[in-house]
Structure formats: C-alpha cells, structure tokens
C-alpha cells in the first residue's frame, strides 16, 4: 500500500464560498488526498483548523454521505440536534439526504486535524443558517436561485 507524503502535498485555505460566507473558514487549510492516491471515487481530505476556524459553513448534502475522523486536536461538532465535542479518536457520519446540516468549529487553543471522506460534490448542497444554497452543475447561488 502506498504511502502518501503529506509534505509533499501543499496545503491551501481556497474555497469556492462567495463572500461574506469565507470568513469563517479563512483559518481552515487542508490537502486532497485522493488524487496523489489515485483515488477517483470518494474524496479524502486532510484539514487542520486553526483555533476559530470553522470546517464549512452548517450545511447538508442531497446525495453525498460524509464521515470524519479526528486525528488530533478537539473541535465542537454543531449540528440540528445542538453541539458534540469530539476529540482525537472520534468519528461522525453524516448520511446523504438526511437533512442534519452540520459543521466543525474549532474552539480550542490548538489546531484541529481531521480526515473528512466523501465525494466530489455532484448534488445539491443546503445552507439553512445563510442565504446560499450549492445547485449541482451551477455552483453557488442564492436560495432563490438568483445568482450571487
């Protein structure tokens, strides 16, 4: 089995959120690991967030299933059903279609390091808590379907 050298892959904080939805996670940086893998069917990447970053905006996936795996650090998982910490060692799922948006905030003193798995976003992404909603094929747009 290969291994991949996390050095050797850069990190970046680019996101596709217009603004002002970026703010949040200008202190997130992560590397994609499945290409220097070869992997093409589900996406694994590596992220560290720095302390008050958050992972995303709260949001859920139509047709795309989540998981997250903390390697190091804590961070505070806020979801529908309130707030979990989770800590180096613990996993969550977030199952397709299931209408629990979601996101991880770091609120510690310390990065946070995580693997979140899952695929290429090829279905419409919910934000409930902005006016922003991610319609497969056109991006970013506004709830209304306007654009941003």
Request: glycine content about 10%; aromatic content about 8%.
């Amino acid at each position: 089995m290969p291994k991949i050298d996390l050095d050797a892959i850069p990190e970046t904080n680019a996101s596709g959120y217009p603004a002002p939805y970026r703010d949040v996670i200008e202190r997130r940086w992560y590397r994609r690991l499945g290409p220097p893998g070869g992997l093409d069917d589900f996406g694994v990447s590596h992220v560290r967030l720095e302390p008050g970053a958050w992972s995303s905006q709260r949001h859920w996936h139509a047709e795309e299933d989540e998981f997250v795996v903390i390697l190091s650090g804590e961070a505070m998982l806020v979801d529908d059903h309130g707030r979990t910490p989770l800590k180096a060692g613990d996993c969550a799922a977030f199952p397709k279609g299931d209408g629990n948006a979601h996101t991880l905030i770091n609120e510690s003193a310390s990065d946070c390091v995580f693997i979140a798995i899952g695929r290429p976003a090829l279905s419409d992404c919910h934000y409930p808590d902005i006016d922003l909603h991610m319609f497969a094929g056109l991006g970013f747009r506004r709830k209304d379907g306007s654009a941003i």
